[in-house]
């Protein structure tokens, strides 16, 4: 079965960095696109960044743009994301998503329903 596995959450202080990892395992993928999403508490899913596995640019959220840097392995169809300058409005359940190709688009999406595998999500707090 497919799965995404992250790891790297957990709590810091304000100003703080921490670096998360998402890992593919089972079938091999094709890949489009990963990115990561997160959740607050009483809120919706949404987009933090992305990076396409045939291109160079990724895609930032406006909110975390200069301060986080997506990474992708494609070798071993892994991606990452290195936080810093953390502050507590990033408190949240962070979410690595995998787009398969066939969406004909050329650029990454922001939107969720276009990603098609999911990790379990690893939590992270930022305490002022």
């Known amino acids: 079965q497919e799965q995404l596995e992250e790891s790297g959450g957990g709590f810091v202080h304000v100003g703080g960095s921490l670096r998360l990892s998402c890992r593919t395992s089972g079938r091999a993928f094709s890949v489009f696109a990963m990115g990561w999403f997160r959740q607050a508490p009483g809120k919706e899913r949404e987009f933090v960044a992305a990076?396409?596995?045939?291109?160079?640019?990724?895609h930032y959220a406006d909110s975390v743009n200069g301060r986080f840097t997506i990474s992708k392995d494609v070798a071993n169809n892994a991606v990452y994301l290195q936080m810093n300058d953390l502050k507590p409005e990033d408190t949240a359940v962070y979410y690595c998503?995998?787009?398969?190709?066939?969406?004909?688009?050329?650029?990454?999406?922001?939107?969720?329903?276009?990603?098609?595998?999911w990790g379990q999500g690893t939590q992270v707090t930022v305490s002022s």
């Open positions: 990076i396409p596995w045939s291109r160079i640019v990724p």
């Open positions: 998503a995998l787009e398969i190709p066939g969406r004909g688009a050329l650029v990454v999406s922001t939107r969720s329903y276009d990603y098609d595998y």
